[in-house]
């Protein structure tokens, strides 16, 4: 385990607690169950993005944490704890990757892509972050997963078949259900959009990870390092994303407003009615 080993000094005794820690979390198991798949019409982004808000808002109700991505050593991995507001702002702030789902959907089905398992074209959306792996599914057992990725990223693609990805623990329950891997590269730049099926995963050990362990081992979960296959298929020439960035960042800060404006006018108030209550004491 030696991406372990390299964030501790060397004969360390913590590296066993934190190697046994890794193992435990690849033996967790996770139910499958096929994804909710929905049609996108008009409203595409905004429906996966108040989906995300909402998982924030409601169904995450536990204490949130932000970790340390920058430490280089595990006495330097802390978390931080925010609020679900500034949790979710923080989450919003990027949501290319999510917008751009709906997008490249659309444009599959322009150019009348067929499943490469079952050369099936009736492809779904699968909605959102909380479809792990299944950014798009067929109905035949095929996942396809979207990445939206800048020039530097795609290098690595190209150059060693390599790239981040979602939970460990899904990967492998979908994988013990027959389910077959693929992943989309998108490039943020423009140009081909590569379609290559997933080979394997492996586990990532990062400074996250070992900020959880530290921290709030109940809250941690083991991410992916995805290993593709070599052979490669354009799907289309899509355009620069800049743009289109620009506009899916305006609408999730309008419905960060809208969603949390609520509590905010709350804590004003609440705030006001102290301060108040201290000054005429």
Request: glycine share 6%; aromatic share 10%.
């Amino acid at each position: 385990m030696h991406l372990v080993a390299r964030f501790f000094p060397e004969g360390d005794p913590r590296v066993d607690d934190v190697c046994d820690f890794v193992e435990r979390l690849k033996q967790r198991t996770a139910e499958y169950t096929p994804p909710v798949t929905w049609i996108p019409g008009a409203n595409a982004v905004e429906t996966i993005l108040v989906g995300e808000l909402h998982y924030l808002k409601h169904e995450n109700t536990g204490t949130l944490f932000d970790a340390n991505v920058r430490a280089r050593t595990y006495d330097d991995c802390d978390l931080q704890k925010r609020s679900i507001y500034r949790a979710a702002q923080d989450y919003m702030s990027s949501p290319l990757g999510l917008c751009s789902e709906p997008l490249v959907w659309q444009r599959l089905r322009e150019v009348e892509f067929q499943c490469p398992e079952c050369r099936g074209t009736d492809i779904q959306l699968g909605g959102g972050s909380k479809a792990a792996w299944a950014d798009m599914v067929c109905p035949c057992g095929t996942f396809f997963e979207i990445k939206t990725v800048n020039k530097w990223v795609m290098k690595g693609v190209v150059n060693r078949n390599q790239l981040r990805g979602g939970s460990y623990k899904y990967f492998g329950a979908q994988r013990r259900h027959d389910v077959k891997h693929y992943m989309l590269v998108v490039p943020k730049e423009g140009r081909n959009v590569l379609l290559k099926r997933i080979k394997y995963v492996q586990p990532k050990i990062d400074a996250k990870l070992l900020a959880f362990h530290k921290c709030a081992p109940e809250e941690a979960s083991l991410k992916s390092h995805a290993v593709l296959e070599r052979d490669t298929r354009n799907l289309f020439i899509g355009h620069p994303l800049d743009d289109y960035e620009q506009e899916c960042k305006y609408i999730a800060s309008t419905l960060l407003r809208l969603f949390f404006a609520h509590d905010a006018r709350i804590i004003q108030k609440c705030w006001k009615y102290g301060k108040k209550n201290v000054t005429s004491g």
